[in-house]
């Protein structure tokens, strides 16, 4: 898994939420009924400043290339959003599923606000989630948390739950990658990042 840099930021990106699941049409009418899918994942289109080619340029080129058979991370914008002091939340218990999740050392009181996005960091790699509904935590540090997309691989106890800094990771989307490379000896570079479970 290729870390790309944390500098320079994104000037521009747009998230989607990919789903796979479907509606079920009746052919006589009837009520339509949505089927949904373990699956749902995100993807990020993202786009650079120009970079100078000398340095940033050049990193951030060659870690895409390798990250395009070996997979990228790259913390999620939060743009002016600020998590707070959130502690350091973890899994409270292996093997859950579907939409709920519990956690556990997080700061007393803290509220983990609606939209909130996060990443669930599991031995097979990680998952951005993003929160349902406002939750208060406990005075003991725990929450019931519900998410969207549901979760997509049994939980690890102790599992790190990344509030402070959420973490998109996956494969480059496309069949190339591409750069440009401006007389003003700078570099343009725009890429899609998808998860990959």
Known sequence: MIELPDWPAPN???????DFGGFLVPLLG???????????????????????SEKEGRIFVQRLKRGKT???RMEYPLLSFRPGPCGRPVVDGADQGGRLIKL???TPNYAILEGQ????RQPEGRYLYSV?????VDGTGKATVQVTPMLRAPTVDG?????????????????E??????????IALSFDIEEYA
């Not at 521009?12 to 990919?18: C, D, F, W």
């Not at 996005?117 to 669930?120: C, G």
């Not at 349902?132 to 208060?136: A, E, G, N, R, Y």
């Open 30 to 52: 009837g009520r339509v009924q949505r089927l949904d899918r373990m699956g749902n994942r995100h993807r990020l289109s993202v786009s650079l400043p120009p970079l100078g």
């Open 159 to 175: 599992g790190e739950a990344e509030f402070a800094k959420p973490m998109i990771e996956g494969f480059i989307k496309g069949d």
């Open 70 to 72: 070996e997979g990228v």
């Open 104 to 106: 556990r050392n997080l």
């Open 117 to 120: 996005p996060f990443s669930l």
């Open 132 to 136: 349902d509904q406002q939750t208060l």
């Open 12 to 18: 521009g990106a747009t998230a989607y939420l990919v």
């Open 177 to 186: 990658i591409g750069w440009e490379m401006s007389l003003a000896h700078n």
